[in-house]
């Protein structure tokens, strides 16, 4: 194709996208008002012709005009919103396929750690875990390509596939004097949004409702609570920490199962008045167990429209850190040659009319997104870059071992109106969903924590490997059994693991860490240590739970359940919950 032929394709998926834009958010960018005449639809198309003709004719090397295209698009989308994108052809098609509850792979948790990338742990019932993959392999090899250097992302892409076709690995183990080879065949692997559901406590219900928003959220839902209510549950924390978000329906949906019938869930309001609409709860007979919300800074859009909702009816306590402040209707649009785009159209506000959208004015796009949880760890990745490998919340410590009650963090600053909601409360808009209660989590951010994190990691493949001398009892030869949680005898991180986690990161060059610094940090050492075992001998499942029994923003729901309930009460006593 010649460049000037690439050059016209080029310019009709702009003008489509510029289209798009000046007829659903033109004020802001392209109409008469945000330009006059000049800068109009119609100019910004002959500017842009005569811009790639230029370019295709003078350029002093060859030009990657579909990269240039790609540019020019999303340049002017970010001059909109930081949450108007464009997609390529192969973007638009993942992000299509993130919104089902299944995706196409081998079903593995991935990590990068420094020296490559590892198996976290394998998926039940997956290819991976029928083929062997186990906690701590290596991933060196996809397909006969070297993957020593390649991120998660990288090594993500590369064994997502065709259902049926195979795709081989050379992995690296512990304990293992040769490579090994795998061969598996791709197949259905599922992405439920829902990852963890099981009495944290007798009475207690807990469900990790983490990763994201899909077709099946809801009807995942039902089926949790009702399997925890056949097991007596009489309360329920609802966490909603690190859900990313998305489909609208579904967060309606989630949240009719606990606000009042026929109340407000979320409304959305557009540059169009008539075309703004309140949604309400018109689904379900709602829950009344006494209910908590767990959030944290990277709980967005639908994770924000459910707890909004459930704060502003005062149906529970909402309880960890601000949100991450996502209030931005996406429509999703078709371009040219399987391109795609997502364009804001609307806003979301709760059902007492709380915006939820943080400004995003006076600032870069960087300065936006890492406006989030500094204490946030690395988060592994599977096959799908949004399906977490720890199935549930963020890491936290183990009862017993790290102080579950520790202090909040202040009070952010109102950024928007006051807003009276059910029973008299009075919360801000304009800044995410600011917790009733604020609960730090687990610090892990600190350098020396982060290096405990990679050592605790590196430590643990060798000492499930047999490699350790006078510990080979914790060896693990066979794949996770899935289907077990972890007792407080299990895996114990005695005084002997401890002295040999020292002389392990004493012999290590890249460990950083000195004998001071972990003795000081014995308990998190213990931790990751723990965590790392449960997670090879029972898999992902087995080690959230076993980090959620002494999560403090956990703990601190539990202790908190006589106020949801109060809250509750009183609200539906009070005429103004009307």
């Known amino acids: ?75 002017m989308l970010w001059t909109l919103d930081p949450h108007s994108s464009f997609f390529s052809p192969a973007e638009y098609s993942r992000l299509l396929q993130d919104q089902e509850s299944r995706f196409t792979g081998i079903g593995v948790s991935i990590l990068r750690h420094r020296d490559g990338v590892y198996v976290q742990t394998p998926i039940e019932g997956t290819p991976a875990a029928k083929a062997g993959l186990r906690f701590g392999d290596r991933i060196v090899e996809v397909d006969g390509k070297d993957a020593r250097d390649w991120t998660t992302a990288a090594v993500s892409k590369a064994v997502r596939g065709p259902e049926g076709e195979p795709v081989t690995i050379k992995i690296e183990r512990a304990g293992s004097q040769a490579p090994l080879f795998f061969t598996i065949k791709r197949g259905s692997v599922p992405q439920p949004s829902i990852r963890n559901a099981f009495m944290i406590r007798p009475g207690v219900g807990y469900v990790g409702l983490t990763g994201g928003f899909t077709h099946t959220t809801s009807d995942e839902l039902a089926a949790a609570l009702e399997e925890l209510s056949g097991q007596g549950m009489q309360q329920l924390i609802l966490d909603l920490r690190n859900n990313p978000g998305g489909l609208l329906d579904q967060a309606i949906k989630v949240a009719s199962h606990f606000v009042p019938k026929n109340r407000a869930v979320v409304s959305v309001r557009s540059r169009d008045e008539g075309s703004n609409r309140e949604y309400k709860n018109v689904f379900y007979d709602p829950i009344e167990q006494p209910l908590v919300v767990l959030v944290n800074g990277n709980s967005a859009s639908a994770s924000e429209i459910v707890a909004g909702a459930i704060q502003d009816h005062g149906r529970g306590l909402v309880v960890g850190e601000t949100t991450f402040g996502k209030g931005l209707v996406q429509r999703i649009f078709n371009l040219p040659y399987g391109a795609g785009l997502t364009l804001t159209t609307a806003k979301y506000y709760t059902p007492y009319g709380r915006l939820i959208q943080r400004s995003y004015a006076g600032g870069s796009i960087y300065d ?113 059994q899935f289907n077990k949680t972890a007792r407080p005898t299990d895996f114990p991180v ?26 000081r940090d014995l308990e998190y050492v213990r931790l990751r240590v723990r965590e790392n075992l449960v997670n090879a001998s029972y898999g992902g499942d087995a080690s959230t739970r076993y980090l959620l029994d002494g999560d403090p923003q956990v703990v601190r729901a539990l202790e908190l359940f006589p106020e949801a309930k109060a809250l509750a009460e009183n609200v539906g006593r009070r005429p103004d919950s009307e």
């Not at 000049?38 to 842009?48: C, D, L, T, V």
């Not at 919360?427 to 290096?451: C, M, Q």
């Not at 994190?453 to 009892?473: D, K």
């Not at 401890?498 to 012999?507: E, I, P, V």
């Open 494 to 519: 005695n005084d002997k693991v401890l002295q040999a986690f020292r002389d392990f990161a004493k012999r290590d060059p890249e460990s950083g860490l000195t004998q001071a610094q972990i003795d």
């Open 1 to 75: 194709m010649s460049s000037r032929t690439f050059g016209r394709i080029t310019a009709a998926v702009i003008i489509a996208a510029a289209t798009l834009v000046g007829g659903i958010y033109g004020r802001r960018a392209f109409s008469q008002e945000a330009g006059g005449p000049e800068g109009g639809p119609e100019r910004i198309e002959s500017a842009y012709r005569e811009a790639v003709s230029v370019i295709s004719e003078n350029y002093v090397d060859s030009v990657d005009y579909e990269k240039a295209n790609e540019a020019a698009i999303q340049g």
């Open 368 to 480: 936006y997104y890492t406006h989030q949880n500094p204490n946030a760890e690395p988060t592994p990745q599977t096959v799908s870059p949004t399906t977490p490998a720890k199935p549930s919340g963020p890491a936290a410590p183990n009862a017993g071992t790290v102080s579950p009650t520790p202090e909040p963090t202040p009070a952010p600053k109102p950024s928007g109106p006051p807003i009276k909601t059910a029973g008299g409360r009075v919360f801000y808009g304009g800044g995410g969903i600011t917790p009733d209660r604020e609960v730090k989590p687990l610090e892990v951010g600190s350098p020396v924590r982060a290096r405990i994190y990679e050592e605790a990691f590196q430590f643990a493949r060798q000492l499930v490997g047999g490699q350790i001398p006078g510990l080979e009892s914790y060896r693990v030869t066979a794949e996770p």
